[in-house]
Nanobody
Framework: EVQLVESGGGLVQAGGSLRLSCVAS????????IAWFRQAPGKEREGVSC????????YYGDSVKGRFTISSDNAKNTIYLQMNSLKPEDTAVYYC???????????????????????WGQGTQVTVSS
């Protein structure tokens, strides 16, 4: 059974940093893309970042470009999201999601559609205080 388990969320002051982790199991890791999404109360789920596990290509949503960095350690089946210069508007539950790369990365923006992902983690809360 495919599992995605997020960790690393918490409470941080504006301007601070957090690193989220997503440990993946039970699928052909190198053939997949992993994305981070977030959802704040009363808002739609938003694509944050995505990484191709086959070649390491990364993608970012406009609201986090220059502040967040996605990376992977394929040997550990773990994907990281380093979040710097955090803002109160970054407050949300953050989810990692997985899909075969061909399903979500035929183009530079197709990863943003959350309906393309087969597997989701349980989410981790990130709260940024002002």
């Amino acid at each position: 059974e495919v599992q995605l388990v997020e960790s690393g969320g918490g409470l941080v002051q504006a301007g601070g940093s957090l690193r989220l982790s997503c440990v993946a199991s039970a699928f052909a890791f190198d053939d997949y893309a992993i994305a981070w999404f977030r959802q704040a109360p009363g808002k739609e789920r938003e694509g944050v970042s995505c990484i191709s596990l086959s070649d390491g290509t990364t993608y970012y949503g406009d609201s986090v470009k220059g502040r967040f960095t996605i990376s992977s350690d394929n040997a550990k089946n773990t994907i990281y999201l380093q979040m710097n210069s955090l803002k109160p508007e970054d407050t949300a539950v953050y989810y990692c999601a997985a899909a075969p790369e061909l399903d979500v990365l035929p183009g530079d923006s197709t990863w943003l559609w959350d309906g393309g992902y087969d597997y989701w983690g349980q989410g981790t809360q990130v709260t940024v205080s002002s």
